[in-house]
């Protein structure tokens, strides 16, 4: 588990980093678990220079592929076992249906990371694809999450689509206190934010 924490530590602060560096004057939300996550799971059907370079990515080159995957297994176990707080991850592969997953890679992402791939129709209704994507999603966040796929972002060219969400609930250790916080605004895209 130490080694996993670790590489996520590393590869937490490298996307901070590199998030701030794209838009130092925006928001930076991000939940690098969860991105890390999704992005290990993705791995288990990567070989040769796409695998080293996600293992360089998320700083996992010193774990053997089972030893990495069983750890995420059991630190999800973990997380998800608190009566204190909710935490929900959405992470499922949608590949176009004319290309197969390979049963390996399905029973491997089941067993160590509870997600199952889907097979869709990109090429001949990506926009109904789009709209059972964000429903699963909406489904998996409590309803907080419902149009995470935009209009416009799958086509009839759209193959592999990585779906990534994440809902937490919970209370904080050390409550903020009210006289020195503010609303300010929060950039939900380049043309919303709210309070």
Known sequence: MEKLCAANTEFALNL??????????G???????????ALAMTSLGARGSTEGALKGTLCFK???NDALHETFSKLHQQLYASDKYTLQT????YGEKTY????????A?????????????????????????????????EDKIKDLIPAGAVDAMTR???????YFNGNWFKEFEANLTNDQDFKINNNEKVK
């Open 90 to 93: 959405a992470n499922r592969l």
């Open 100 to 107: 197969s997953f390979l049963q390996d890679f399905l029973d």
């Open 62 to 64: 010193d774990m053997p």
């Open 16 to 25: 901070y980093r590199e998030l701030c560096g794209q838009n130092p004057a």
């Open 160 to 166: 592999l689509v990585l779906v990534n969400a994440i």
């Open 109 to 141: 992402t089941k067993k160590n990371y509870g997600a199952e791939p889907a097979s869709v129709d990109f090429k001949g209704a990506s926009e109904q694809v789009r709209g059972t994507i964000n429903q699963w999603v909406k489904e998996q966040t």
């Open 27 to 37: 928001n930076v939300f991000f939940s690098p678990y969860s991105i890390s996550v």
